[in-house]
């Protein structure tokens, strides 16, 4: 199972000199498989320390943070030799320890040539931390081009990273789209569906269904470990609130988040900051803010902090939240679930770099996302699932707006290459719609 955030990690290992890197995310996204199985085969030797399996290993920090000192402490903790010119050091999960987070600025500053990294899911939560002498990278759950490299889906692979624009080519991207719904991103999820491939539909769903399951009961328990002065139950409150007020909307733009009725005797913003706040830093939820009037860059000037739309992650967890079965889910050709497909272009979104992302209203015209390319442009993305593409709230944004091009994501085969102003993408495109026209140096 290979992750496109490896690319990165070996860019940051050719350097001559370097900063410790940190790989953040939500528990389970595969940050350690990512850094030991797949980034450590570059190494001849990696030594991995897991705060939270072993909290003992802290004492290799106790007492000075001096590289070479906190070198010799591991070496007689784990009774392995480690060669500071060539091997890999792990600190997995290293919020549970932060003198270990201190001693990564003494590694930036004495020990550049040395290859430390670090993983952990509750960074966010952190008291302190090395700010400037780490450099930071996000794991998301797996983008739907991981998701077909995870299955070997070599031919199809290749169509998608062709942006093959053909009958043939979208009816079997979009019922892979559609596989992704309920698999999602995370990477047990993926791997057990793959693992049974020659198994019954009904025994790769329930299987999926309780890994999923468990997942969901393992963040749960997080709530009450990593809370502190937040009340984990008003936490779980609103985690729980996500995917019920997504699923308020079919095939229309997705609402703000309401505060009122989430829990009891709470209806403020104030009231629910620090919980919203607790889950965005520990990666569970993503955020999106409504922009009224005309936009311009920087939106970030223009977002009101009590005002936003809240996703989900990932789009799988979601839909098991909600027990949205698999079956409806492949019904997609037929009966459209709006909020899924702009759940899941949120999350391609957060995985090539936009979080927080940002949205358009305007009387009675919405747009899901707006983005700023890298020439201060404000580029609109209409999200469509089902195949009626007309896109009022489009037509009308170009009329107030009058952008220099529009991206519409649809449940449709696409343009292809033909528009040279008005693009539309099928929506497992999206990756592919954001590095082109967004993220491309030529625009």
Request: charged residues 25%.
């Amino acid at each position: 199972m290979n992750r496109a955030l490896l690319d990165e990690l070996l860019v940051w290992k050719s350097q001559a000199e370097r900063k410790p890197l940190l790989v953040d995310g939500a528990r389970q996204t595969g940050k350690t498989y990512l850094l030991q199985q797949l980034f450590g085969q570059d190494f001849p030797n990696v030594v991995r320390i897991d705060f939270l399996e072993s909290p003992a290993m802290a004492d290799a920090f106790a007492d000075s943070l001096a590289p070479t000192d906190v070198l010799t402490n591991i070496e007689l903790l784990t009774g392995k030799p480690f060669n500071p010119q060539t091997d890999l050091l792990i600190l997995d999960e290293i919020g549970e320890c932060e003198r270990a987070v201190t001693s990564l600025k003494y590694f930036a500053e004495k020990a550049p040539q040395m290859y430390v990294v670090a993983s952990g899911s509750n960074i966010g939560l952190l008291n302190s931390f090395p700010v400037g002498k780490v450099e930071h990278h996000y794991l998301r759950p797996l983008s739907f081009r991981e998701f077909l490299l995870a299955g070997n889906e070599f031919p199809l692979l290749k169509a998608y990273d062709a942006q093959m624009n053909s009958v043939a080519a979208h009816k079997q991207l979009f019922d892979k789209l559609t596989d992704y719904y309920f698999t999602g991103g995370m990477p047990e999820a993926v791997s057990t569906w793959y693992a049974l491939s020659d198994r019954s539909i009904l025994e790769r769903i329930n299987a999926v269904s309780q890994v999923q399951r468990d997942l969901i009961a393992g963040y749960q328990r997080d709530f009450g470990k990593y809370s502190g002065k937040t009340d984990a139950n008003l936490i779980e409150a609103v985690f729980n609130a996500v995917p019920a007020q997504l699923s308020e909307v079919m095939d229309d733009s997705v609402k703000r988040f309401k505060f009122k009725y989430v829990y009891a005797r709470k209806s403020r913003y104030q009231e629910f900051e620090s919980a919203i706040a607790w889950l965005e830093k520990c990666r569970l939820v993503l955020k999106n803010f409504p922009i009224e009037g005309r936009p311009r860059s920087p939106l970030a000037a223009y977002a009101q902090e009590n005002k936003f739309k809240l996703f989900m992650f990932d789009v799988g967890l979601l839909n098991h939240m909600l027990g949205v079965s698999y079956q409806e889910l492949k019904r997609q050709g037929f009966e459209y679930k709006g909020y899924i497909a702009e759940n899941f272009v949120q999350q391609e979104m957060a995985v090539v770099g936009f979080s927080p992302t940002y949205s358009w209203n305007d009387a009675r015209a919405e747009i899901e996302f707006i983005i700023s390319d890298r020439q201060g442009q404000i580029i609109p993305i209409e999200v469509k699932s089902g195949k009626r593409t007309r896109a009022k709230s489009l037509q009308s944004y170009i009329q107030k707006c009058h952008p220099s091009k529009t991206i519409k994501l649809t449940g449709t085969q696409g343009s292809g290459a033909t528009e040279t102003q008005h693009f539309v993408y099928p929506l497992y495109f999206t990756e592919h719609a954001l590095r082109s026209h967004i993220l491309s140096d030529d625009w």
